[in-house]
Nanobody, 123 residues
Framework: QVQLVESGGGLVQAGGSLRLSCVASGRTFSSYTMGWFRQAPGKEREFVASINRSGGSTYYRVSVKGRFTISRDNAKNTVYLQMNSLKSEDTAVYFC????????????????WGQGTQVTVSS
């Protein structure tokens, strides 16, 4: 079991940056693939990025590639999402997620979720 708590959301102007953090409980954090998802009002939740257990491999949705960077610090049980060049279409609630398969970067089978943090980008 792992519990996830996100932070770092807020209101930012288009073109600005934010860094989201997600702290995980438990001593098995380093064995999990971690991911970020988002859900905009009236839309389905969508995959944003994932990172494998070591942090050596990452995977992004096309629309954020080159603007967002996912990283992790296993010593701090924390995964980050650095978001640059933000656009109004990035506005959403962002969720941190985990799955025990430490090397699978695919956007499915994430079984543990945080409560989400709101990101609002004003144009």
């Amino acid at each position: 079991q792992v519990q996830l708590v996100e932070s770092g959301g807020g209101l930012v102007q288009a073109g600005g940056s934010l860094r989201l953090s997600c702290v995980a409980s438990g001593r098995t954090f380093s064995s999990y693939t971690m991911g970020w998802f988002r859900q905009a009002p009236g839309k389905e939740r969508e995959f944003v990025a994932s990172i494998n257990r070591s942090g050596g491999s990452t995977y992004y949705r096309v629309s954020v590639k080159g603007r967002f960077t996912i990283s992790r610090d296993n010593a701090k049980n924390t995964v980050y999402l650095q978001m640059n060049s933000l656009k109004s279409e990035d506005t959403a609630v962002y969720f941190c997620a985990a799955k025990p398969s430490g090397y699978d970067l695919g956007p499915v089978d994430f079984g543990f979720w945080g409560q989400g943090t709101q990101v609002t980008v004003s144009s």
